[in-house]
């Protein structure tokens, strides 16, 4: 099968497939149920109401945080993401501060941050320690990282490295956006995170409600019969709390 619609990751083209942004649209609802649940309760709550995100891409995450009534900077390596985000935000009139910047050193000073959720970046990252390190640094003593990252597992395998970069008909990114060596099981990060002063306090799997549904929403953006847009009323994911993550897993920790 030919590909109707090139993969092109940070694109200003509505033809071009970008995985950063169809995982942004489709991720955002679980990522905002799951933020809402932080934020709803006394024993997780950050101390303050300045949140920075990590990974930031088109701003979608960034947005909905500010609608919450934090406070909002985003950061994300991509220029090209970083101006769609921003003049978004701006069309919309929400207050977002949007940096362009690798994760792995943040241009921002020590302790600004009651919470920061890394998004996108965990799972594309060879230098984990150093990403950890720049969360840990801007955020006050107390503070919350919230992220979300792919389990390596063999069916996450088949997903990521399988389905989303290397099958024609479902490829979303370039083949080596993703490697076995940056899929961490919950253990390895936890570990990880301890090592820089986070405590990891949850974990939290989640997943599609329709696994046919979502490879066919990914079949209809990939001939071109929808946009990106479109695919998120038509994708549906659920939290999975207390299971074991299979593919897809939120979480929650604390600065020390």
């Known amino acids: 099968m030919t590909e109707r619609s090139p993969v092109e990751l940070n694109t200003t083209s509505a033809a071009a497939i970008d995985g950063r942004h169809i995982r942004a649209v489709t991720f955002h609802g679980v990522r905002m149920e799951y933020v809402r649940g932080v934020l709803g309760r006394d024993a997780t709550r950050p101390p303050g109401r300045r949140a920075l995100v ?4 088109r701003g979608e995450l ?4 500010a609608g919450e009534g934090l406070d909002v900077t985003a950061v994300d ?3 090209v993401a970083t101006r769609i985000a921003r003049e978004r935000a701006e069309r919309e009139g929400i ?3 949007h940096l362009t910047g690798p994760a792995e050193r943040l241009d ?23 990403v950890l390190a720049e969360a840990a640094r801007v955020l006050v003593p107390g503070g919350v990282l919230i ?5 390596r597992t063999p069916l996450s395998r088949l997903i990521y490295l399988g389905a989303f970069q290397g099958i024609p008909q479902t490829r ?3 083949p080596g956006r993703y490697a076995a060596a940056r899929l961490r099981r919950p253990a390895e990060l936890s570990a990880a995170m301890e ?15 329709s696994v046919t549904g979502l490879v066919k929403t990914i079949r209809a953006r990939k001939s071109g019969a929808i946009t990106t847009e479109e695919m998120a009323p038509r994708v549906a994911f659920r939290l999975e709390p207390g299971h074991r993550p299979l593919v897809t897993y939120l979480g929650l920790a604390r600065k020390r």
């Open 172 to 174: 979303i990114v370039p």
């Open 108 to 130: 921002l000073p020590d302790a600004a941050f009651d919470l920061a959720y890394c998004a996108d970046t965990f799972e594309i990252t060879d230098r984990l320690d150093d």
């Open 195 to 209: 090592r820089h002063g986070l405590r990891n306090e949850d974990v939290c799997g989640f997943r599609p409600t």
């Open 95 to 97: 207050a977002v501060t």
């Open 147 to 151: 992220y979300d990252t792919v389990n």
């Open 62 to 65: 960034a947005r909905g945080l």
């Open 77 to 79: 390596p991509s220029e």
């Open 54 to 57: 990590v990974g930031g891409i």
